[in-house]
T-cell receptor
């Protein structure tokens, strides 16, 4: 069974640009969550999607957005990139919105220069 | 609001020694508790979880954690560590009511196992 797949693994962008990250959940998983990991702030929740609807949202500015498609694949977009957006972005999937633990992907390492 | 405190940012130990990674949480409601492990350049892997029932939970690779409601703790222990256990360990909490199961993580504890 394939795990959570995130693409690309590494990305370098310039300040002011925008970026789109992709996440393919485990087959059959309908919930996809996104987290940002930085050395200073640690792991912070961005948002969660379930059946194409955003169910929960963390405390990030509106430059951070996401969506989920009918096949449960998800994308997150960051517009007007800032240096502080440099981070490891992790996607996690779960069969439903219940607890029980999420399966994380390997992440996308975004560097903003 | 929930918060998680991992009391040690780094824990160095020798191989075959016991280890305890401490985790305390703060929440006014019932919670679910998790430990995740992250190896270099990888994502997070679920190590073990407490949802309900027995307060002592075990992983397949010898780690265990005990939920202590009165002390709001969920410390991770292993009686004898291996070099391959070197990684960063994250404690996380999730609210057990409603439909919001987002994870709130601690800052992580870097476990370094030396030969």
């Amino acid at each position: 069974k394939a795990g959570v797949t995130q693409t690309p693994r590494y990305l370098i962008k310039t300040r002011g640009q925008q970026v789109t990250l992709s996440c393919s959940p485990i087959s059959g998983h309908r919930s996809v969550s996104w987290y940002q990991q930085t050395p200073g702030q640690g792991l912070q929740f961005l948002f969660e999607y379930f059946s194409e609807t955003q169910r929960n949202k963390g405390n990030f500015p509106g430059r951070f957005s996401g969506r989920q498609f009918s096949n449960s694949r998800s994308e997150m977009n960051v517009s007007t990139l800032e240096l502080g957006d440099s981070a490891l972005y992790l996607c996690a999937s779960s069969p439903s919105t219940g607890p029980g633990g999420y399966t994380f992907g390997s992440g996308t390492r975004l560097t903003v220069v | 609001a929930q918060s998680v405190t991992q009391l040690d940012s780094q824990v160095p130990v020798f191989e075959e020694a016991p280890v305890e990674l401490r985790c305390n949480y703060s929440s006014s409601v019932s919670v679910y508790l998790f430990w995740y492990v992250q190896y270099p350049n990888q994502g997070l892997q679920l190590l073990l979880k407490y949802l309900s029932g027995s307060t002592l939970v075990e992983s397949i690779n010898g780690f265990e954690a005990e939920f202590n409601k009165s002390q709001t703790s969920f410390h991770l222990r292993k009686p004898s560590v291996h070099i391959s256990d070197t990684a960063e360990y994250f404690c996380a909490v999730s609210y057990s009511g409603g439909s919001n199961y987002k994870l709130t993580f601690g800052k992580g504890t870097l476990l370094t196992v030396n030969p």
